[in-house]
Nanobody, 122 residues
Framework: QVQLVESGGGVVQAGGSLKLSCVTS????????MAWFRQAPGKEREFVAA????????TYADFVRGRFIISRDDIKLTVYLDMNNLQPEDTAVYYC???????????????WGQGTQVTVSS
């Protein structure tokens, strides 16, 4: 069974930075596309960023506005999300997901982690 394990969440002040990590359980279970989604209390899960394992092409949600960078390490089987200039509205549980296509719809991903909490104080 594929496992995705997120880490790196925490509490940070507005303007601060965090780096999230998502480790996959093994190369044989790698998905072509990896993505980050987030879900704030009382809101639907929303797309943050996605990247293809075989290349460097990445896509981002508009609200990222150049503040976040998604990257991957093929040797460590890990996907990262560098988040800078965090704002209170970025407070959410952040989920790592794996799928066949780097899409913005959560329906395109069939493997999910348990999530890591990010809290940004004003």
């Amino acid at each position: 069974q594929v496992q995705l394990v997120e880490s790196g969440g925490g509490v940070v002040q507005a303007g601060g930075s965090l780096k999230l990590s998502c480790v996959t359980s093994g190369r044989s279970f790698m998905r072509p596309a990896m993505a980050w989604f987030r879900q704030a209390p009382g809101k639907e899960r929303e797309f943050v960023a996605a990247i293809i394992w075989s290349g460097t092409r990445a896509t981002y949600a508009d609200f990222v506005r150049g503040r976040f960078i998604i990257s991957r390490d093929d040797i460590k089987l890990t996907v990262y999300l560098d988040m800078n200039n965090l704002q209170p509205e970025d407070t959410a549980v952040y989920y790592c997901a794996g799928g066949q296509v780097a899409a913005s719809s959560s329906d395109m991903y069939n493997t999910w982690g348990q999530g890591t909490q990010v809290t940004v104080s004003s």
